[in-house]
């Protein structure tokens, strides 16, 4: 492990997406004592069938920061208006202007194929800044990186036009229940406009014990997949052993555009996997 603490930033386009995407590593790196930053590039007024607007957007900021309360991580809620974010000029600089602020070492965001316009947009985002960060006249009000920071792409199981390719698999079972709880704290979206927009809002337990016990179900059912779908991975990274036994990982692909994920960075950003 670094005698340093490291610095983990998760860039996501909605509150719960960093959780329910890296929830495990971010885990791992608060119980090591490292520092994580979650970000929502979005404002989250959307994300709902009955709210929306900016009581929507105000009761998401505040479940965002009981969620990263919980292990002792921040959140930032930006101001972009959810369901309409776009690559733009303002959203580029604001990750040009964080990336150089926050210093990560290691920066975590959505690839750029993904059945969601706002993923896609601060996928895009982050790649057109992950150079920038490095030249001085752009943003010179903020000063400049020296080096990339290493970006990573959170899991999914897109399949077109090419699927996640992981370079790195992290075992998350034993953290299950604590990545639910994180989740829990984002109560308009886990047990209200998620299960309705799934049609199955009469299946959501009306009290809080049982509706963590429902969420934990809910959620493993939910990313079972991901190590079927990488079991291989697992068995080349963990052994036979342990990487067929392995029921939930996150799974994330090293963008080509930053720093290169080397011998050294991968001892040092990934120090329990060796």
């Known amino acids: 492990m670094s005698a340093t603490p ?20 971010a885990t791992i790196y608060r119980q090591a004592g490292h520092t994580v930053k979650m970000i929502s590039a ?10 929306s607007g900016r009581e929507l957007s105000d009761l998401r900021r505040e479940e965002a920061y009981r969620s990263a309360a919980i292990i002792g991580a921040t959140y930032d809620v930006w101001n972009f208006p959810d369901g309409r974010l776009l690559p733009t000029l303002e959203l580029r600089e604001q990750i040009i202007r964080e990336l150089r602020t926050f ?12 059945y969601h316009p706002d993923h896609r947009a601060v996928g895009q985002a982050v790649q057109d800044a992950s150079y920038m960060v490095t030249v001085p006249p752009i943003c010179p009000d903020t000063p400049i990186l020296r080096r990339d920071p290493v970006v990573g792409y959170l899991p999914d199981l897109f399949t077109r036009p090419v699927p996640l390719r992981p370079d790195v698999l992290v075992d998350i079972t034993s953290h299950l229940t ?14 209200e ?5 799934e049609r199955q809002l009469e299946s959501v337990p009306d009290h809080d014990a049982n509706r963590l016990h429902w969420l934990e179900n809910w959620f493993a059912q939910k990313i079972a997949p991901r190590a079927d779908r990488f079991r291989a991975e697992l068995i080349r990274q963990y052994g036979t052993a ?13 963008s080509e555009y930053a720093a290169p994920l080397d011998d ?11």
């Open 242 to 254: 342990h990487g067929g036994d392995i029921r939930y990982c996150e799974a994330f692909e090293i």
């Open 103 to 114: 210093a990560p070492d290691l920066v975590l965001t959505h690839r750029l194929n993904d």
């Open 193 to 197: 406009w998620i299960p309705y927009n």
């Open 178 to 191: 604590t990545v639910t709880r994180l989740l829990a704290q984002h109560a308009s979206q886990f047990f």
């Open 264 to 274: 050294t960075a991968r001892q040092r950003l990934f120090w329990f996997l060796s």
């Open 42 to 51: 979005t404002d989250g007024q959307s994300g709902h069938f009955r709210m």
């Open 6 to 25: 490291l610095r983990l930033l998760i860039l996501g386009a909605h509150p719960d997406d960093a959780e329910y995407h890296a929830g495990g590593l």
